[in-house]
Every structure is written in structure tokens, then in C-alpha cells.
């Protein structure tokens, strides 16, 4: 299979569904790659926070509770493994519309709603971990 796209936005009908099938795979290593994220930041990063706020005698703030942390994780790694993109059935009736070996333009074929919707659970995730982790620690060093 030829995956090279000789015009930029292009693919041919027969490494249509392939393409479209590693499109999926990546929000499946994109949840992989956060719950890693995650973890480390967890199990690196928040039980220094915590001696951090003990040894200044500070009460960490409500937003970044371990338990809160546990539940935005929980909720990211879910959204990401249940958005589903299109069924195979509807990519086969785009495609029958094309005669083989036709280039077809990518963004007929796809469903952004996915693509943005992952994006957004990363980008929300990502947030919640500069706001509970990283912001305290800063709020409490810059003080010192």
C-alpha cells in the first residue's frame, strides 16, 4: 500500500479506509500517552506537592485533591476510548460514490466532530493538570 499522497489533502479510494483506520488508532495512543502523563504527574509531582504544602504549613487547595485528580483522569482516559468514529458502513457508502484508483479529498471522507472532540478532552485534561498541580506549587514558591 502506498501511503505517500502525491497532492497535499488527496488519497486514493483503495488507501481510503486505512487511512481512516489509523486516524482511529491515534486517539487510542493519544489516551495511552495521557494516562502515562498522568501517572507520573501523580506519582512524581503530587506527593512533593503535598511535603511541599505540609513543610509551609498551607492547606492545598481544594482543585487540587488527589481524589478530584482521580475523577478528571477517570473521565478523560473514558471520553477518549468512547468516542467512536465512523462506522465502517457509512465510510463504504462515501466510498462507493468513487471510481477506483480516484483521489479523493481527505476532508469529504472524515468526521471532524471526532478529531475536535478528542482534542478538546486533551486539551481540558492538560489544563487540569497545569491548574492542580503546577499553579500551587507556583502560587507557594512565588511567596517564599
Do not use: W
Not at 33 to 61: C, H, K, S, W
Not at 94 to 100: E, F, H, N, P, S
Request: hydrophobic letters at 50%; charged letters at 20%.
Amino acid at each position: 500500500m502506498n501511503y505517500i499522497q502525491p497532492y497535499i489533502g488527496y488519497i486514493k479510494k483503495e488507501d481510503a479506509k486505512d487511512f481512516l483506520k489509523r486516524q482511529t488508532i491515534m486517539g487510542k495512543v493519544l489516551a495511552v500517552a495521557l494516562t502515562i502523563v498522568f501517572g507520573l504527574m501523580e506519582y512524581m509531582i503530587a506527593p512533593r506537592q503535598l511535603t511541599l504544602y505540609a513543610d509551609f504549613n498551607y492547606q492545598l487547595p481544594a482543585y487540587a485533591d488527589s481524589r478530584i485528580r482521580y475523577i478528571v483522569y477517570a473521565v478523560a482516559i473514558i471520553a477518549l476510548f468512547a468516542l467512536k468514529p465512523e462506522s465502517d458502513q457509512v465510510i463504504e457508502d462515501k466510498l462507493r460514490r468513487y471510481k477506483a484508483g480516484e483521489m479523493i479529498l481527505v476532508n469529504k471522507l472524515t468526521d471532524y466532530r471526532y478529531v475536535y472532540s478528542a482534542f478538546a478532552v486533551l486539551l481540558a485534561s492538560m489544563g487540569y493538570i497545569i491548574v492542580s498541580l503546577m499553579i500551587p506549587i507556583y502560587n507557594l514558591t512565588s511567596t517564599l
